[in-house]
């Protein structure tokens, strides 16, 4: 049997994270489609708070001895309820994630696709079509130092110093990504 005073700090607990919960909703730190798990395992517990014969008559009916104990099996059971949704829900972002991951590698693929296009249209590599002409703007990834070499002059040019440098990947702006995501739509 649950003790009135049990079942008044039952009810203040239940309060207390009633309000928790809303202040994590309203400070947009808890999304409302897993706020509303933790408010279906709140509800439970109230109902179990205001009601405490319901919990009685679980008891007697699933053969506890004590109220209290049902009451704790009650809560292991919304604890493994929320357990399973909450890793249903990272399995499903992890897979999100993955996804995300591999579209942006085909997009700097094709991006790096484009400056190469771009930089044999500019020196000429490609008849009839200029960077220009394309709208792309060619980029060196090299560094001024890596360019020059020691002697001041374009290494690559003259025969000294033909190995370049490995290039630094260039650092993709939100608009380069945004336009070739722009891109990809059309032709879809």
Not at 44 to 51: K, R
Not at 137 to 165: C, I, M, Q
Request: glycine share 8%.
């Amino acid at each position: 049997m649950i003790t009135g005073r049990f079942q008044f700090f039952a009810i203040a607990a239940v309060i207390l994270f009633f309000v928790l919960l809303f202040w994590l909703l309203k400070k947009n730190r808890l999304s409302l489609r897993y706020t509303l798990l933790w408010m279906l395992s709140g509800v439970i517990m109230l109902i179990l708070a205001v009601f405490p014969r319901l919990l009685d008559s679980f008891a007697r009916m699933i053969g506890i001895y004590s109220s209290v104990n049902a009451l704790f099996a009650v809560i292991l059971f919304c604890g493994l309820m929320l357990m399973i949704s909450f890793t249903v829900i990272v399995s499903r972002e992890k897979q999100e994630i993955v996804r995300a991951v591999q579209k942006i590698a085909v997009l700097e693929k094709r991006l790096q696709d484009l400056e190469e296009k771009a930089a044999k249209a500019q020196t000429g590599g490609e008849a009839g079509m200029s960077g220009e002409t394309a709208g792309i703007k060619p980029t060196d990834r090299r560094t001024e130092s890596e360019r020059t070499g020691s002697s001041g002059t374009e290494t690559g040019t003259s025969g000294v110093g033909t190995e370049s440098a490995p290039k630094k990947p260039k650092k993709i702006t939100r608009e380069e990504i945004e336009r070739v995501l722009g891109e990809g739509r059309m032709k879809s």
